[in-house]
Each structure stands twice: as C-alpha cells, then as structure tokens.
C-alpha cells in the first residue's frame, strides 16, 4: 500500500520532475565549468607537455595499426608504451602538488554539487508535504526560499554522513566484484555474472539501507518542524516498522533501476531525462508516506483520495 501510494503521489506532482531537471541541469553547467577550469589550470603543464603528446601518439598509433594491420607498430606498441607512460609518470611526479591541488578541488566541486542540489529536493519535499497534509498546492520557488534555512543545515549534515557511508559502500561493492570470485568455484564468465550480482545486489541493500534509516529525517522536519538535529537523531534510533519501511524501499530501488536500465535502452537514453528525477521524487515521496502512516497522521493521496489511520469516519480513506 505504501508503495502504491508512493507511486500516486509521484504522479501528481509530475510538474515537479521538470523543475528537478531545469534546476539541476542550471547547477551541472555552472559547476561543471568551474570544475573545467580547475581542471585546465591544475593539469595544462602535463596535458600541453611533449611527453603527454608523445604517449597519445603511441595510443592513437596502435588503433590505427589495429585497422591498417602495420605489425611493425603493434610489435613495438608494449615497449613504445611503456617507455611513454614512465616519462609521463615522471612528469606527474614532479607536478604532484598541482595534481593534489586539482583532486581536493573537484572533491569540493562534488560536495558543493550535491549540497546545492539537495536543496531542491528538500523544496520538492516541502511542496509533497503541503499536498499530503492539506493539499495545497506549494510553489517549487516558495518551498525552496520558505525552508532554506533547514534546508542548508539539513544538508550540511546530510552531505558528509552520506559521502561517508557511500565511500563504505563503495568499499563493499569493490569486495563482492574483485575478491569474491576468488573464493567461488571456477565456472568461468559464469562466475563474473555471479560476482556482477553480488555486487549490484550489495549496492542496492546498502541504499535501501541508508533510505531506512533516514526515512523519518526530512519529513520530521518539513512535517512537524523538528530541529535537523534532533530529527536525525530520531530517525537512526526508530526501529518502528523497520522491515517493512526496509522491504519498501528496497523494492522501490529495484523498480527504479529496472525503469531506468529498461527506458535508457529503448530510447538510446534520452529517457533519462525524466526518469532520473522522477526517481528522486518517488524516493522521497516514499519517506514521506512512511513518516506519516508510522506517526499515524491522515494524509491525501489524491484529491479524492485519504489515507491513514486516522482519517475521518465516513471520509474517502484507504
């Protein structure tokens, strides 16, 4: 029924899928450029260096030798490429301050991005909030300037916690796909699909995981205006509904990766476009629904539509 009514909600605020879009496509351009900056000021001295051109050249070469069949090049192609790539190294070694100065750049440029961008999604979540408890109807601008004091703190909690439980996710996902082969039998590309699935299988346990444990975070501050703080707090320690808030989204993270692995193919990936943001909203639609059916609160699936425990005798519920 949550799921349901997650997907529901989702759909009546379709609008809301194109200014997530707009919004984010304004911040990757913007950021995006300033990374591009960073990027050409920090590694210009080893992108423009001979050394650099000379290890393209022996690249390109050896592609071309694939098609022309000049075996003389693909014969030299191993030691050409070796002698290349160690005066690149070199080159690298001696400009490491700057390589440095770039990664901790575009380090920050990822974290800026998705604390800006979670400042939309806590918008969209205000305006969920409005349609699912008095179903007004919430302006994207106004959410977004009405709660971005919350919002910015929100994020500035949310964004590190999440960077370090993705970063241990990571660590698990590289574990099920380059050492767990070694202890399954040998069944050959067999074996690789199996560690593909473990891997996949990890990465979205973990998510769903993550979505548990912070389902009741944003809605108890957009819903009953509990300090961020103290609502993650909260959030971690609620153990009401574990498994089935846990079963929803892990399910949910299911559907979301088939509709968008499904709709990229068979549009070349254009789909991606609406799919991507409309996943992030029924993500958020679902913490929403399991805040408000956990707290017992009555909310508005649709206009006809109210569901909860406490809706009104003789009233539309579900």
Known sequence: MRFRHAFCITTNHFADIFKLLLYRLVTTVILGSIAYVILRLGLSAITGSAQFAHLEEVVSGFFSALFTGESDVLRSFQSDFSGALADVLNLIESHSGSIIGCVIGICCIYLVSRFVNGLAVFAVGGSIDSRMGTY??????????????????????????????????????????????????SWGF????????????????????????????????????????????????????FRSRFGGFLAGIYCVVAVNVGFAFATLGSSLLITVPGSYLYLLAMQFVNYYRSNGKRYFVSRERIAGEEAEEGGPKD
């Open 190 to 241: 067999l074996t690789v699909l199996v560690a593909i699935s473990l891997t996949v299988t990890a990465l979205i346990c973990m998510q769903a995981l993550k979505m548990t444990l912070i389902s009741a975070w944003m809605p108890a501050v957009v819903t009953d205006g509990v300090g961020v703080g103290k609502a993650f707090a909260a959030s971690i320690k609620n153990g009401k509904d």
């Open 136 to 185: 007004a109807h919430s302006s994207f601008s106004q959410s977004y300037f009405k709660r971005l004091g919350s919002a910015s703190l929100y994020q500035v909690i949310y964004v590190p916690v999440c960077f370090l439980y993705d970063a241990i996710t990571l660590v698990a996902c590289w574990f099920f796909f380059f050492y767990a082969p070694s202890i399954l039998p």
